[in-house]
């Protein structure tokens, strides 16, 4: 089962903009994560961002939290062509055994227009 | 390269047939996950391993699939008596520690069942 859920599903945006993606989560974590994945390939860890954060920046990325919503952001700026792939954001859900594993939402796809 | 390969690249079966991959992850790493990923859609956890045990399966997993990690390294995943809508990537991880953090994933094993 998916933990999150991202929403656009899609974005197209031109080379220079900024992208938002969004995630929604269901259950309690202790950190939240964000892949990237290009077409056919393995995911790429992006930046983790732990519960009592709110917010981390990564060059020109920038991930916000609020787990009172159980929700989460990733912004993307200066977008270039390169950042063209799928962005998923992962999650330690708590699974029925009680442990946690690392889950995946369903995923953003940008395509950035050069 | 990330550190993590698995083995096969591509396999082709046929309907019927049992089929075996491997994932050898990076050596310091005691966890070792497992996912499906169909196309369009987030990596599905299938099972994760600390050191060699198995901690956690997913309750969606069919008895056909097993997973193995003798001696807490390289591990394997089986599925027996293979149908079409097992078709998908296979996507092996791993990380270090006792939490979930960054994972290291690998370039996954394409399954195609004809």
């Known amino acids: 089962s998916q933990q999150g859920e991202e929403d656009p599903q899609a974005l197209s945006i031109q080379e220079g903009e900024n992208a938002t993606m969004n995630c929604s989560y269901k259950?309690?974590?202790?950190?939240l994560q964000w892949y990237r994945q290009n077409s056919g390939r393995g995911l790429v860890h992006l930046i983790l961002?732990?519960?009592?954060?709110r917010e981390k920046h990564s060059g020109r990325l920038r991930v916000t939290l609020d787990t009172s919503k159980k929700s989460s952001s990733l912004l993307i700026t200066a977008s270039r062509a390169a950042d063209t792939a799928s962005y998923f954001c992962?999650?330690?859900?708590?699974?029925?055994?009680?442990?946690?594993?690392?889950?995946f939402g369903s995923g953003t796809r940008l395509q950035v227009q050069p | 390269d990330t550190g993590v390969s698995q083995d096969p690249r591509h396999k082709i079966t046929k309907r019927g047939q049992n089929v075996t991959f491997r994932c050898d992850p990076i050596?310091?790493?005691?966890?070792l996950y497992w996912y499906r990923q169909t196309l369009g859609q987030g990596p599905e956890f299938l099972t994760y391993?600390?050191?060699?045990?198995?901690?956690?399966k997913s309750r969606l997993l069919s008895d056909r699939f097993s997973a193995e990690r003798p001696k807490g390294s390289f591990s394997t995943l089986e599925i027996q008596r293979t149908e079409q809508g097992d078709s998908a990537m296979y996507l092996c991880?791993?990380?270090?520690?006792?939490?979930?953090?960054?994972?290291?994933f690998g370039q996954g094993t394409r399954l195609t069942v004809v």
């Open positions: 991880a791993s990380s270090f520690g006792e939490m979930n953090t960054e994972a290291f």
């Open positions: 259950t309690s974590i202790n950190n």
């Open positions: 961002i732990r519960s009592n954060e």
């Open positions: 992962a999650t330690d859900a708590r699974m029925d055994t009680g442990r946690r594993a690392l889950t």
């Open positions: 050596s310091e790493h005691n966890r």
């Open positions: 391993f600390q050191n060699e045990a198995q901690l956690e």
